[in-house]
């Protein structure tokens, strides 16, 4: 016989969801991919103007 033993902390003891992953797009790839890089190029530039 199986016994449904109740956590201490009922309130935090919540029911995990299984996320369905979806793939990724192309456009959300190159877009992504700018952002990164657009991040690269402002950190590059912030970069040389504060060590010359």
């Avoid at 995990?16 to 990724?24: F, G, N, Q, V």
């Avoid at 959300?28 to 040389?48: E, N, P």
């Amino acid at each position: 016989m199986l016994i449904k033993l109740s956590p201490f902390f009922p309130a935090y003891a919540r029911h995990k969801e299984e996320r369905i992953e979806k793939a990724i797009t192309k456009a959300q790839w190159i877009a992504a991919d700018r952002l990164v890089m657009m991040i690269l190029l402002i950190t590059v530039i912030v970069a040389t103007a504060l060590f010359s």
